[in-house]
């Protein structure tokens, strides 16, 4: 679907998954997300409520403030995307999003200090594992959401880098290097290169989910939350893609008698 101007802002509160795939940046499974959001929560009632949804962040919240409207449930739609437009979406992330300058502040204890610098590594290397997978599918559609959860982790990696006030590493670290060869041994066409991404993201969900175990600040916990559930939604969508398609591993027996 062409996505352009539209001569009326939608109600973010009502729009449908086509209202809301018009506006620039939002594809079908953030528009799915964002539904998903109103319908367990209720109607968005502020843009930090925007934010809270995954997969969207302080850019797509701005495209999102441009092409719709929060309607009655936030008072004057106007008003309101004024508000977050001249600070108000600013505000909201800023605590997630501001850098730690170089020794400032406390990111926790030591072990979550160093789950997070493993995060910043383990997303850097699955962005890399993606420029492999997407090198050897085929198929236009796979590569495009291929392509934007690429763009997930990239950001990912910076947005924990700018957290701890620190630069990307410029070199991946062992692990990086095991998960790359692996996906360049592995990934040779779409089935396979897709299989090779399922347990790459396998480790990242895992690696998230075992940070929120640990003592993180609010700001820093807000986004790893946020980051896993894009983790999620990206190995929700490869598995899915995987069984449609019908490109399921066959099961292996256990024992000669199984495969008698």
């Not at 962005?127 to 291929?146: F, S």
Request: some cysteine.
């Amino acid at each position: 679907m062409a996505k352009g101007p539209r001569d009326a802002q939608i109600d973010l509160n009502k729009a449908t998954a086509e209202e809301l795939e018009a506006i620039e940046g939002i594809d079908g499974e953030r528009a799915r997300l964002i539904i998903e959001h109103r319908n367990e929560r209720g109607t968005f009632q502020s843009w930090e409520d925007v934010l809270s949804v995954p997969g969207i962040d302080s850019v797509l919240l701005g495209k999102l403030q441009k092409g719709s409207a929060l309607g009655d449930a936030a008072g004057s739609p106007a008003a309101g995307a004024g508000a977050a437009a001249t600070g108000g979406a600013k505000t909201t992330s800023g605590a997630a999003r501001t850098p730690r300058a170089a020794g400032e502040g406390d990111i926790g204890d030591m072990a979550a200090l160093e789950q997070i610098i493993g995060l910043i590594l383990l997303d850097m290397a699955a962005a890399q594992a993606y420029r492999v997978a997407i090198d050897a599918c085929k198929t236009p559609e796979i590569r495009r959401q291929l392509e934007a959860f690429r763009g997930d982790h990239e950001r990912h990696a910076r947005e924990l880098s700018d957290a701890l006030g620190a630069s990307l590493p410029e070199q991946p670290d062992e692990r990086g290097q095991c998960i790359q060869r692996y996906t360049e041994l592995s990934a040779r066409e779409d089935r396979t290169a897709l299989v090779a991404m399922c347990g790459n993201e396998e480790l990242t969900n895992d690696a998230y989910a075992s940070a929120l175990a640990s003592d993180l600040p609010d700001d820093v916990r807000r986004m790893v939350e946020a980051n896993w559930q894009d983790e999620r939604r990206h190995i929700r969508w490869i598995n899915e893609e995987i069984r449609t398609r019908g490109w399921e591993l066959p099961e292996v027996p256990s024992t000669l008698a199984d495969a008698a």
